[in-house]
């Protein structure tokens, strides 16, 4: 499922058609592309950090069940 995506500051287009008009605006304005750049690498390195957390978390509490 793509639920864990939908806040992610990603470029989503509508369809193959939307590309070519995107990209020209996109390279249109280097110093916005720049700043999607920042903001998916930040978004994605918060993103990581909770699904490692979540992924320790649940290995902990699982050796913790069976030590009882």
Request: hydrophobic fraction near 45%.
């Amino acid at each position: 499922s793509l639920h864990h995506w939908y806040d992610a500051p990603i470029l989503v287009l509508d369809s193959w058609n939307d590309l070519f008009p995107t990209m020209e605006r996109l390279m249109g304005n280097l110093g916005a592309l720049d700043e999607m750049q920042i903001k998916l690498h930040m978004w994605y390195d918060e993103h990581m950090r909770k699904v490692v957390g979540d992924f320790e978390d649940f290995m902990l509490e699982s050796l913790y069940e069976r030590e009882g």
